[in-house]
């Protein structure tokens, strides 16, 4: 993740393409119960982070350098869209019972879209940075923006050519090792050494 952009736009047809791989993500039952809000416009992008950054835990330097991406895509999950289509003949799920699904795929299958958008932005040579909307400014965002309450922003993404930026601190937890985390034919706890 990147949290620091230039100036520099990202171009309609890199936009696009991001998009483009994003609707090809896949989702349980084909729901594709998922919407994209897409913000380039200033005055657009103002409202987001109006709306969005009111008591956030990051500090100043964080709003200013994610201020500067030129391109804002929220992912919305629509939990609705998985209950209907497991509803269709095929599924059979009449009761819209949700603890007949065993993760919230609506939630997955958004998230799946965005990595897709993540991998297209590396491979566009752009940068992004995937982070949430706090809980209490959901309300403000969906009123800034006319979004129904059916569909739920699971994060956004700040997308944009790459300034020099400050890492994560959350990097300094290092990356955990495959030994520790992957389990070959049988759950092994990691050894207390
Ligand atoms: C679900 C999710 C939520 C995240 N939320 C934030 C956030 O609110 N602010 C932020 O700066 N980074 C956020 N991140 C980025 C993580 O901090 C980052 O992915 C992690 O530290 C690993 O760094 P890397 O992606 O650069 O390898 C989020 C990432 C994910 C997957």
Redesign the pocket.
């Known amino acids: ?3 620091n952009f230039t100036d520099e736009p990202v171009s309609a047809t890199q936009r696009d393409r991001i998009l483009a791989n994003a609707l090809h993500a896949p989702s349980a039952g084909f729901s594709q119960g998922w919407a994209f809000l897409v913000l380039e416009e200033p005055p657009d992008r103002d409202r987001f982070w109006s709306a969005t950054a009111g008591e956030q ?2 500090p100043d330097s ?1 709003l200013a350098g ?1 201020r500067r991406a030129p391109l804002l895509v929220v992912p919305l999950a629509n939990k609705d869209a998985y209950l209907d289509r497991y509803t269709e003949p095929d599924k059979g799920w009449t009761d819209r019972d949700e603890s007949r699904w065993p993760a919230p795929y609506w939630h997955i299958d958004t ?1 799946m879209a965005s990595l897709l958008m993540l991998l297209t932005v590396v491979d566009e040579e752009l940068a992004a ?4 909307i706090p809980p209490d400014r959901i309300s403000p965002f969906r009123e800034a923006f006319g979004v129904p309450s059916a569909y739920q922003p ?2 956004a993404l700040a997308i944009g050519h790459r300034a020099p930026d400050r ?2 601190p ?2 300094r937890r290092g990356r955990r090792e495959a030994a520790e985390v992957v389990h070959h034919g049988q759950w092994h706890a990691p050894s207390a050494t």
Not at 129 to 132: I, L, M, R, S, Y
């Open positions: 993740m990147v949290r835990d990051e964080w994610m998230g940075c995937f982070f949430g699971i994060g890492r994560s959350s990097l």
